[in-house]
C-alpha cells in the first residue's frame, strides 16, 4: 500500500481504539471507493489489501451495511483475480447480510455478481436467474445495470440467442447515453460487432466494431485498452474473412502502437496473435514458421490469471493454432503431426472443463471429428459430432448446436465420396477440402458453413414407432401416395442394422436413406423414426418434443404399452391425445 493510504489506515486504528467509530466510518468509506477504483484500473492486488483491512476494522466497528459493502467489494476483487471459491464466499455474506437489512440496492449489486460467477463457472441458466432478478429490482443502480446489460450481452452470445444478446447491447447503449456514462459503449459496440460477425453480416459488423474502435481513441482511457485490443483484432479477422489483407495490416499497425503504449500481457497476448493471423495467410514458409511460433508463445504460456485472457485471448491463441496445424497437415501430408494437433485439442478441452466453458469443450469435440474425418474414420468422427451436439443441446448453446448438426447433414451428404477416397488411400490434401467443416469459433474466424444457420423447417415423410425388438406399433405417412408395406419397413430396420447397438446406445442420431434422413430416438423400451427430408436440426428438436411429451401423457403412453402386449398396431382415431401431439409439433 502507498504511504497515504498506510497513513490512513493508522488514523482509522485510532479513531477505532477511542471509540469513534462514526470518524473512522468515513475514512474507511474513502478507502473503499479508493479501493474500487484501483481494482478497475487493474491493480486488484492493492484494492484487496486495502479491503481486506478494512475488514478487520468495519467487524470491530459493527456496522452491518459497511461489513455487507465490504464483503461485496472483496467478493468482485475474487472474481477478477480468479479466486471463485473466495468469491463465492463473500458474495453469499453480502447478500445474506443485505436481504437481512433490506437494502435492495445493494441485493440488486449483489444478485449482479453472484450471476457473473455463475457466468464464469459455466452454469448459464442460474447466470441468467441472477441477473434477470438483479434487474427487477428498481432500486438498482445504473452503474450495476449497465454491468449486467453487458454481462447478458456477452453472455447471450456465447449461448448463441443472438437476437436477446443485441437487444441487452442496444439497451445497455441508450441507457449508457441517458446517464453520460458512455464509457461502457466500446465493450457494447464489440459484442454488437461479434454478433453480426456470426451472423455473416459483415457489413454491420464492421460498422459496429470501428464505433468501438473510435470511442475507444475519444475517451482515452486505460481501462478500455484490452476491449480497444480485442475491437482491432476482430477487425483484422475481419478483414482477413473478405481478403482485405493490406487493411488487417493498417488494423495490425495500430495494433502495434497500442502495445508500444501499454505493454500488458493481455495486449501483447493479442498481437502475437493478430500477427500470426496475418502471416499464416502467407505462401512463404518463414512467414508460417512465424506464425506458428507466435501462436504456440500465447498458448504455451498458459496466460489464465485475467478474466479476458481466459474469456477470449488464450482460447482463441490455442483455436487459431490448431486451425493452424490442421492446414499445415494437409500441406504437408506430415501424419506426425496428427499427435501434436491432439496435444492441442486437449488443451482447448481441459480448458473448457477447468471454467466449465461448454462452448470451448464442444468445439474442441469439433476439432476431433474433423481429424477423425482427415483420417477417413467416419464413424469416429460422426460419433463425435453426435456428441458436439449433444453438449451444446444440453447446455443450450443452441446456435451453435445448429452449426454442428448442419455439418453433420453435410457429413452424411458427401459419405460416398469418402468412402472412395478411403478406398483409393487419397493423400491428406485432398481429405481436408471434405474436413472442412467449422464449429463456433470458426464463425468468427470468417469462415462461413455453406448452410444457412437459420431454421428452414423439414419437410415430414414418415413416422414411425417400434419397439426394441423391431416391432412396428404405430406409422404415420405424411403423403397419400405413401403407404407403409413390410418390405419397406424391413428396409428400414436393414439400414439400421448395421449399426446395431449404437442406435439404442445414441451414439449416432441419424443417418441417410436414400434422398431422405433417418432419426432414431430410444424412448425406454422403443424407438421413435422420424423420415424426413432438409434440414436434421429442427427435425431433431421436433423428435424430442414428441419422445418428451408421448412419455409425460399417461394416456398416450399407456396406448402405447397395451399395443406392444397385444401385438396390434395404434391407431391415430383411437387415440385422440397421441393425434394432438402429432398435429401440434409435425404440422404446426
Request: charged share 25%; aromatic share 10%; with cysteine.
Amino acid at each position: 500500500m502507498s504511504t497515504s493510504t498506510l497513513d490512513e489506515f493508522t488514523q482509522a486504528k485510532k479513531l477505532v481504539n477511542a471509540g469513534k467509530m462514526e470518524e473512522a466510518l468515513e475514512i474507511i468509506k474513502k478507502l473503499a471507493w479508493r479501493a474500487w477504483d484501483l481494482n478497475a484500473q487493474g491493480d486488484a492486488d492493492e484494492a484487496l489489501e486495502i479491503a481486506l483491512n478494512s475488514k478487520e476494522l468495519l467487524l470491530k466497528i459493527g456496522s452491518q451495511k459497511h461489513i455487507a459493502n465490504n464483503y461485496l467489494l472483496i467478493g468482485n476483487i475474487y472474481r477478477g483475480k480468479l479466486k471463485t471459491e473466495a468469491a463465492i464466499k463473500f458474495c453469499k455474506k453480502s447478500l445474506e447480510i443485505h436481504e437481512k437489512l433490506g437494502n435492495q440496492r445493494r441485493i440488486a449489486s449483489s444478485l449482479s455478481l453472484r450471476g457473473n460467477l455463475n457466468w464464469d463457472q459455466g452454469n448459464y441458466e442460474q447466470a441468467i436467474k441472477d441477473t434477470e432478478q438483479s434487474l427487477s429490482i428498481k432500486e438498482i443502480s445504473p452503474l450495476v445495470k449497465l454491468e449486467i446489460l453487458g454481462g447478458l450481452g456477452g453472455g447471450y452470445l456465447v449461448w448463441g440467442e443472438l437476437t436477446k444478446a443485441l437487444k441487452y447491447c442496444e439497451n445497455g447503449i441508450e441507457l449508457a447515453k441517458q446517464i453520460n456514462l458512455i464509457f461502457f459503449c466500446p465493450h457494447f459496440f464489440y459484442i454488437m460487432g461479434l454478433i453480426y460477425f456470426m451472423k455473416g453480416d459483415y457489413e454491420h459488423s464492421e460498422v459496429y466494431l470501428n464505433k468501438s474502435l473510435i470511442l475507444t481513441d475519444k475517451l482515452e482511457l486505460k481501462t478500455l485498452n484490452v476491449i480497444k485490443g480485442l475491437t482491432l483484432l476482430a477487425l483484422i479477422w475481419l478483414q482477413l474473412s473478405i481478403n482485405f489483407g493490406d487493411k488487417a495490416k493498417g488494423y495490425l499497425s495500430n495494433l502495434k502502437n497500442l502495445v508500444n503504449q501499454s505493454e500488458t500481457i493481455e495486449l501483447l497476448s493479442i498481437f502475437s496473435i493478430a500477427k500470426g493471423m496475418i502471416l499464416q495467410q502467407s505462401s512463404k514458409l518463414r512467414d508460417r514458421a512465424e506464425a506458428e511460433k507466435l501462436f504456440k508463445e500465447v498458448v504455451d504460456s498458459e496466460i489464465v490469471d485475467t478474466r479476458f485472457s481466459i474469456d477470449y485471448i488464450y482460447p482463441f491463441a490455442l483455436y487459431f493454432l490448431c486451425d493452424f496445424l490442421v492446414e499445415e497437415l494437409g500441406m504437408s501430408n506430415d501424419v506426425g503431426l496428427i499427435d501434436e494437433i491432439n496435444t492441442y485439442i486437449s488443451k482447448l478441452g481441459d480448458l473448457g472443463e477447468k471454467f466449465n466453458s461448454y462452448l470451448y469443450r464442444t468445439e474442441a469435440k469439433v476439432f476431433e471429428a474433423r481429424l477423425a474425418l482427415i483420417q477417413l474414420n467416419l464413424d469416429e468422427a460422426r460419433i463425435t459430432l453426435t456428441q458436439a451436439q449433444k453438449m451444446a443441446e444440453t447446455h443450450n448453446l443452441q446456435y451453435f448446436a445448429q452449426i454442428i448438426s448442419n455439418n453433420h447433414d453435410r457429413l452424411l451428404e458427401q459419405q460416398d465420396f469418402l468412402e472412395q477416397l478411403k478406398k483409393r488411400d487419397a493423400p491428406i490434401s485432398e481429405r481436408l477440402i471434405f474436413a472442412s467443416f467449422d464449429g463456433v469459433l470458426a464463425r468468427l474466424k470468417g469462415k462461413q458453413s455453406t448452410e444457412s444457420s437459420e431454421f428452414i423447417n423439414e419437410t415430414p415423410v414418415l413416422l414411425l414407432i417400434i419397439t426394441k425388438g423391431g416391432s412396428l406399433i404405430f406409422s404415420k405417412a405424411y403423403s397419400e401416395t405413401l403407404t407403409v408395406e413390410s418390405d419397406l419397413i424391413s428396409s428400414f430396420l436393414s439400414a439400421f442394422e448395421s449399426f446395431g447397438d449404437e442406435l439404442f446406445s445414441e451414439r449416432l442420431d441419424r443417418i441417410k436413406y436414400g434422398e431422405n434422413t433417418i432419426l432414431l430416438k430410444p424412448l425406454e423400451h422403443f424407438s421413435v423414426c422420424y423420415l424426413f427430408k432438409g434440414q436434421s436440426y429442427p427435425a431433431l428438436q421436433k423428435l424430442t418434443r414428441f419422445t418428451e411429451a408421448i412419455q409425460e401423457n399417461s394416456e398416450i403412453w399407456q396406448a402405447l404399452n397395451k399395443s406392444v402386449k397385444t401385438s396390434e398396431m395404434l391407431e391415430l382415431d383411437n387415440s385422440p391425445a397421441l393425434k394432438t401431439v402429432i398435429e401440434e409439433i409435425f404440422i404446426n
